[in-house]
């Protein structure tokens, strides 16, 4: 875990505590269907953390999925993340998910208008 420090207009970043992935038992994001960027990582003790936001929570629990897949190959608990956007391979996932999001939300929206537009017989 990193401290963000700034003075004047220098930033500074100060290590304050390291976990080994081997020790990581779970990941939970509290809120799989709110744009909510805190979730807690389960090791001998469960730390809650605020990612920057919502889209760097994800970033991060995919880096250490991938990260599990390629050294420890361990079953790493996730839960409460949507897996569309957790898998690489899904149509949302690229570089800008949170323009990606968006538009998912702007389909479901027009969806809807759609819906309550048709005239109930």
Do not use: Q
């Amino acid at each position: 875990m990193v401290k963000h420090l700034r003075a004047d207009r220098e930033e500074k970043y100060e290590v304050v505590e390291k976990w080994f992935l081997k020790d990581l038992e779970m990941i939970d994001g509290k809120e799989a269907d709110t744009d909510n960027p805190y979730f807690d990582m389960h090791f001998h003790k469960v730390y809650n953390l605020e990612a920057y936001s919502c889209a760097s929570k994800y970033a991060f629990a995919r880096t250490l999925t991938k990260l599990n897949e390629m050294y420890l190959k361990k079953d790493l608990k996730i839960v409460n993340f949507d897996d569309t956007y957790l898998n690489d391979d899904s149509i949302w996932s690229s570089n800008n998910r949170d323009c990606l999001v968006l538009m998912r939300i702007c389909f479901y929206a027009s969806n809807l208008l759609c819906l309550s537009l048709c005239p109930l017989s």
